[in-house]
């Protein structure tokens, strides 16, 4: 997929940050296959700040999660 000519300012400044944006555009506009290089990436690090971190690296993306949940859990029950 070839990149558009100007991309809108919040793909700018999203791809503006050094690695994730990297990471991020090589996904949008590169090989197919590197979306699984992205996933796995993004769970070893997870695993390193298990590691590093302990308990707090397993909790704190939890309840990061709960909003979200709980938000498609009403779009469930609203049918």
Same mark, same amino acid.
């Given at each position: ?38 996933? &796995?990436?993004?769970?070893? &690090?997870?695993?390193? &700040? ?14 990061a ?10 779009v469930i029950?609203?049918?």
């Open positions: 997929m070839a990149r558009p000519r100007r991309l809108p300012f919040y793909e700018r400044a999203i791809y503006a940050i050094p690695v994730l944006g990297w990471m991020l555009k090589d996904v949008a506009y590169g090989d197919k296959d590197n979306i699984y290089y992205f996933i &796995a990436t993004l769970v070893m &690090a997870w695993i390193i &700040a298990i590691i590093a971190f302990g308990y707090p690296a397993i909790i704190l993306p939890a309840l999660l709960v909003p979200t949940i709980f938000i498609a859990l009403l029950t609203r049918g």
